[in-house]
Structure formats: C-alpha cells, structure tokens
C-alpha cells in the first residue's frame, strides 16, 4: 500500500527558500497525481499544487503561481515542491497525497483519504 511522507519544513525568512520533499514506499509513484495541501491555523486545508502522473502537467494555486515548483523524480519515487519568494501568509501545515484520478485531485482539488503527518512551513522574521 502506497504511503507519503512529508519532509523539508522549518523556519525561514520572508523572501526565502524551501523545498519540500514527499517520499513514497509500498508501491511506486509512476501512476499517481501528487497534490500538496495546506493548512494554516484556524484555516480549511488548501490545495497548493499538483503534478499528473503521465506527461507531468503541473497544476497551481493562483496564490503561489510563478514562487513554487512541482516536479516528480520517479526513479527516486519523490515528489518535490520548490516554494521560493516565502511569505508570512505560506505558514502552514504542508501535506502530500496522492490519486489516480488527476482531474479530482488536481484541477478540483479534491481528495478523500487519509492524511500524513505533514511538515510544518513557517515564514517569519
């Protein structure tokens, strides 16, 4: 059975750098669309971006378009997420997931499914 883990959050300063690494084990990631979601405090979790599984179409929020970067290492089963230009608003619990179905996930942005532990972003001076 397919399992994700987050890992790559810490502290940072607005106008900095993270990445983000997902890992998969117990199957392989080749025929799965990668969602990352978050959530911030007192907020409904929100998708962030999305990569397919075939031709690696990327999908984005509109609020980090053109700062975070998705991409897929299949032959390390690891999904990453490149989040540059941070922002105090980017603070939040940060998960991966990840579905067959690349339309529900990535353009509606819907998941139903367990939900790792996440890794914690926090954008602060």
């Known amino acids: 059975q397919l399992q994700l883990v987050e890992s790559g959050g810490g502290l940072v300063q607005p106008g900095g750098s993270l990445r983000l690494s997902c890992a998969a084990s117990?199957?392989?990631?080749?025929?799965?669309?990668i969602g990352w979601f978050r959530q911030a405090p007192g907020k409904e979790r929100e998708g962030v971006s999305c990569i397919s599984s075939s031709d690696g179409t990327t999908y984005y929020a509109d609020s980090v378009k053109g700062r975070f970067t998705i991409s897929r290492d299949n032959a390390k089963n690891t999904v990453y997420l490149q989040m540059n230009s941070l922002k105090p608003e980017d603070t939040a619990v940060y998960y991966c997931?990840?579905?067959?179905?690349?339309?529900?996930?990535?353009?509606?942005?819907?998941?139903?499914?367990?939900w790792g532990q996440g890794t914690q972003v926090t954008v602060s001076s």
């Open positions: 997931v990840a579905s067959p179905d690349v339309f529900r996930l990535c353009v509606l942005w819907g998941y139903i499914g367990s």
């Open positions: 117990g199957s392989t990631l080749d025929y799965y669309a």
